[in-house]
């Protein structure tokens, strides 16, 4: 199984056990977490690649991975993510490599999807 | 070897090198990260699930894994995990999500140790 | 004006932009955020004794100074305020003294409001 | 002398003492950091609320002030900031809320130098 | 009073207050906070160079200055001082730049009180 | 294929890429990152030192085997490299000790490649 099939099938299974299981709180939060990607005075792409920029100086890899598959599904082309790249490599510094080397390896993997 | 087993004895490993191996403060150090959890004005329960919350906002899987295990063993009930991963993610966020994951995925394999 | 009575100041007014300005989604993140902190499996003290650790790990002074209030609200003693200290200092590491610092003058202030 | 003029008091006062005082490599980031923001695929502006977003989420007060002022001045509405301010806060969490209400009166400085 | 000495005030006046009414623990983590800087392997200048470098990535402007005092009365000249700062800037990015300038208006500061 | 090799090949082959399709902006950024390292005022090993520091408190495993690599390289000692551990520890507390373990496993590693 693929990186990316591995992502979307952990992520699926362990959302469904928070959701039944968690408390009535983390489940309104997934929900807000959902809503604030909804187009709105920002087109649906902007805000993925808000997401991403977030994600990356954080330095989340799961996050980056799902704003990268979201991004691309909002029509990003790879010049604009890598230029999401770049401003999150300057904000966040060298310690961004690691997380831009496998960010650039999942992005691969997405458009070898389509 | 499961994930906890796997866990477990990488730990015990490593840290028997650190203590042989590491600075006299190195070792204090790893005294005092122990006595922090003994029961004084708050038990050792509490103790553990504050350990959790501050490990869950720092995104560390390693130390979730372990306050999960120690508050298990301490009595601490999966309601009450649970509203410690709400307030965790409340606090830090959709990025605590991913490590939200892990850590449900490893309660339920410390359950299954019982 | 004593730092008590800027933060709840600033705090109050800023809200109140926020929350007539906000997003839906913002507006709503502020009511779980609430929320959060009402009693359930575990009570409403503890609960913000585990928003104070991760504040300190984060070493956000005015969530410190927030929860601090909250705690001292609830009937946590300086006893157990100072374990919490403890526990987030041992997983935070020395950065987290100078928060420490400010959160123990500001709690003198609390109390002295009382 | 207002927030704004402070800050840009002390940034263009120091900036110059380190293009002056620090290393090549310090001062050739300093350039790379301008250019990071330079329009390419994306725009100017989307560049500025990407910078806005990761800075949000880092935490840096003076950082999200030069974002804005640079957002502000390349065109974004007050809807659009508030939609990235969303974004961040649901990223970043609770601890975010601290910097967006210090965020938000700055933004008020900035249409009122207008 | 100069922020140099305000910074020492405040800071001389918590810890005693911290070293009176903390925990055991505390009171011990401080102990081994000042035992990790003396000289080694590592001379005492290299030591609180690390300690510099590690405060400016983690964005702490009092371990900054504090770890600039240090370095200084260590023997630091400024070209290394400046060396430490950059290296931060490249691991830790953008985001320390607010506090690479509070951290030379510092430098500036301890050197006039030489 | 060991974790040392492991690490090297994926980085080599990922950063080709980043090379080639990255923005000018990130190839100067790498550019600068490897710049940052040359002896100045400060010699190799103790920039690498710093920049080991820096990454362990900053909690990123790649960043730490990188630096641990080129310290062995520039010939830095167990012994130093423990102290540098210690500072980190101290400075980042007790989430830094997954990584401890981590880097003290890969610092075997390195040298039995010797």
Avoid: W
């Amino acid at each position: 199984m693929s990186r990316y099939e591995d992502f979307q099938d952990f992520r699926a299974k362990l959302n469904d056990k928070i959701l039944s299981r968690g408390t009535k709180t983390t489940k309104r939060f997934f929900t807000l977490d959902g809503n604030a990607y909804e187009p709105g005075a920002l087109d649906a792409k902007t805000k993925e690649l808000l997401g991403l920029s977030a994600s990356m100086v954080l330095r989340c890899d799961d996050c980056i991975a799902y704003h990268i598959d979201q991004a691309v599904q909002a029509g990003a082309s790879d010049e604009e993510l890598f230029e999401v790249f770049d401003i999150a490599l300057i904000v966040g510094g060298s310690i961004v490599i690691p997380h831009m080397r496998r960010g650039v390896e999942f992005l691969e993997e997405c458009r070898s999807m389509g």
